[in-house]
């Protein structure tokens, strides 16, 4: 990301920050737009190399709005959606239906119906369940790609592993359900049988565990003498949230996960699938970060000593949920980081908290704006209005320019949907 100190004053591509935070006031997200297309080209240039057929699919959960939207069908990425509401805000960008697909372990008829009308390229299908009531509501063939369970543990934290044995996703391969879902799906007189998908998990540093799935999908399928079109291997690939966290090593890792396709197909004489990715927090999660105004400053003597901000949980959920660790930034100025303190949002829960213990400048006072960094996936997309919180605005920066993509909630919207007696 482009962030540097200028004249004494944060920057983001030659823009200060204390004048975006200004004119548009905080809390704000805001985005570095050149990255997010750098880290699409990456991915694009990555697998090109690799000469396999490929596809990749922004995992529009990380963070979703029009302008984002219109930026990937820009970059040649096509977008994974789990509700109507993501299919909604997709279908009126300039991403083409077909190269949107539909992913969910629980999705409701009314779901299915709306993404079969909409023209979607095909569906994540996720449970015996589902098999059945898409063949049942489809009034066209509908491409199927079933989510397996291939029973690898990645290494992350437990809430976000998603390929182990004890997953809500998936069919499990050890356990016969996914041999039975291929099975089923072939026999839907409504349904094509495309491929599998499977995804191990989120932030995800290395590709070991991703390698070690495709030897075992690869030598399942052939096993079982199952063709496939597309191989859908999910994301979760890693950022670099603090400096001792490690950002994926996008080249080198498709590299190995793509020699390894090539491998595991070649001894088992099994025929090049295309390679499809679902990258989310890799694409926007660097990108972005988050403007805070600093509030009250409370020390207390020999206990701790806490910074308050003008949001919290509402827009920055994930410390609260897996004790997510952040660096942070002095926007004002740039002084030594020699204070330890706490960051602490305004919201009514003692775990309302965006940092513990990290050392800032000693001279932070109320006014100063901090910036949290690598704040650009599930923070916007999570938000809340608890505490009757208004969702913040999103801004787009690049060198030649500051643009709005989503405006802040207002009053009158947080009220909108009540039913006056």
């Avoid at 239906?97 to 996720?126: C, L, P, W």
């Avoid at 592993?161 to 799906?185: D, P, R, W, Y």
């Avoid at 190995?256 to 890799?282: M, Q, V, W, Y």
């Amino acid at each position: 990301m482009t962030l540097q100190y200028i004249n004494n004053e944060l920057t983001m591509h030659g823009h200060r920050l204390s004048d975006i935070a200004k004119k548009y006031g905080t809390p704000l997200f805001v985005y570095d737009e050149t990255m997010i297309r750098e880290q699409c080209r990456r991915f694009h240039t990555a697998l090109k190399a690799s000469g396999l057929r490929y596809t990749i699919s922004y995992a529009s959960k990380a963070f979703s709005s029009i302008q984002l939207f219109n930026l990937m069908a820009e970059e040649q990425m096509g977008l994974d959606v789990v509700s109507e509401g993501e299919l909604f805000t997709a279908l009126q960008s300039k991403v083409p239906e077909n190269q949107i697909h539909f992913h969910g372990n629980n999705k409701t008829n009314r779901e299915i119906q709306y993404a079969m009308e909409s023209g979607v390229e095909y569906f994540v299908i996720d449970s015996l369940d589902e098999i059945e009531r898409l063949n049942t509501l489809a009034e066209r063939p509908v491409k199927a790609v079933l989510r397996i369970n291939p029973g690898v543990e990645a290494h992350t934290h437990e809430f976000i592993q998603t390929g182990q044995e004890n997953s809500k996703f998936g069919l499990s391969v050890k356990k016969g359900l996914a041999l039975e879902g291929i099975k089923k799906i072939q026999a839907a007189e409504h349904l094509e049988f495309i491929g599998v998908h499977f995804h191990i998990g989120s932030q995800i540093f290395e590709s070991t565990g991703t390698i070690a799935t495709v030897d075992l999908v690869i030598d399942w399928l052939s096993e079982n003498h199952i063709e496939i079109d597309v191989l859908n291997i999910g994301g979760g690939f890693s950022i670099k949230y603090t400096e001792e966290d490690i950002s994926y090593p996008i080249e080198e890792g498709i590299k190995s996960i793509t020699d390894a396709l090539k491998n595991a197909c070649h001894r088992n004489n099994f025929t090049l699938p295309e390679i499809s990715l679902e990258p989310g927090r890799s694409i926007v999660g660097e990108a972005g970060i988050t403007l805070y105004e600093v509030g009250t400053v409370k020390n207390i003597p020999d206990v701790n000593y806490y910074v308050s901000i003008d949001g919290g949980m509402s827009d920055h959920i994930r410390t609260a949920l897996y004790d997510a660790q952040y660096d942070l930034k002095l926007v004002n100025r740039e002084e030594p980081h020699d204070k330890m303190m706490t960051i602490a949002g305004k919201l009514c829960e003692s775990g309302d908290i965006i940092r513990r213990d990290i050392k800032l400048p000693t001279s932070i006072h109320t006014g100063d704006y901090l910036a949290v960094l690598s704040t650009g996936a599930y923070h916007y997309s999570m938000s809340s209005n608890y505490n009757q919180m208004l969702k913040p605005a999103v801004i787009f920066v690049t060198e030649d320019s500051i643009k709005q993509v989503v405006r802040r909630q207002t009053l009158d919207q947080l009220i909108q949907n009540d039913v006056l007696a």
